[in-house]
């Protein structure tokens, strides 16, 4: 069946690191891949997303691409924020919005 | 977009009890998600819910301890039935749009705590 593995968390890092959260995935065919995130308290938003290959998501200053020869999705930011500490999922769907999600990276950025 | 309003948002429950959790959208859906997020966990999936036909559930859940309802194309309920404290999670609802492999949205969740 259709999964995620995502980088062990969780990451800790200093304010403007650079940040790479490792996605990758098992399924047959196509999937859509998306980031999403949870910051504390809040539910579930979309991060980012690619829907098929070499397509590049980005989104407030994230970037992930969608490799099918390395089947990944790794979500990076050249410069973290404080603001950016939450968990992130690594989620694909295969249509009718179906998402299977890997297990979490709780992310926490220092001042 | 869509905007799904979920309730409760949380809720401390006795075991043994039942607990139903409404989801209603702003707009019109096909199909609708109930996700499970155990603490410190990923999202499962529990069941997809169809409007006019019988909820689909995944490997693991049954439809005697989450009954799910799905009475129009706007609104959902989840039931967690004979609770106990390892049904305590947050329960969230998710929708997508007619498109496939498109993005889903979510409900804020509800946090239920079983005692």
């Known amino acids: 069946g259709n999964s995620v593995t995502q980088m062990e968390g969780p990451v800790t890092l200093s304010e403007e690191a650079f940040l790479t959260i490792n996605c990758t995935y098992t399924?047959?065919?196509?999937?859509?891949l998306f980031w999403y995130v949870q910051y504390p308290g809040e539910g579930l938003q979309l991060l980012l997303k690619?829907?098929?290959?070499?397509d590049k998501g980005s989104n407030k200053g994230f970037e992930a691409t969608y490799r099918k020869e390395t089947t990944s999705f790794h979500l990076e930011k050249g410069s973290v924020q404080v603001s950016d500490s939450a968990v992130y999922f690594c989620?694909?769907?295969?249509?009718?919005?179906?998402?299977?999600f890997g297990q979490g990276t709780r992310l926490t950025i220092n001042p | 977009s869509a905007v799904i309003s979920q309730k409760p948002s949380r809720d401390i429950c006795q075991r043994g009890t039942s607990l139903t959790i409404q989801c209603q959208v702003d707009?019109?859906?096909?199909?609708m998600f109930w996700y499970r997020q155990q603490p410190g966990q990923s999202l499962t999936l529990i069941a997809t819910?169809?409007?006019?036909?019988?909820?689909?559930?995944e490997s693991g859940f049954v439809i005697d301890k989450f009954p799910i309802s799905r009475p129009n194309l706007t609104f959902s309920t989840l039931t967690v039935s004979n609770m106990s404290p390892e049904d305590s999670s947050i329960y969230l609802c998710?929708?997508?749009?007619?498109?496939?492999?498109?993005?889903?949205?979510f409900g804020q969740g509800t946090r239920l705590t079983v005692v």
């Open positions: 399924a047959t065919g196509y999937p859509s």
């Open positions: 707009s019109q859906v096909t199909m």
């Open positions: 690619a829907t098929k290959a070499d």
């Open positions: 819910a169809n409007q006019g036909s019988e909820a689909t559930y």
């Open positions: 989620a694909l769907s295969q249509g009718a919005q179906k998402l299977v």
């Open positions: 998710s929708v997508g749009s007619v498109q496939a492999n498109t993005e889903a949205f």
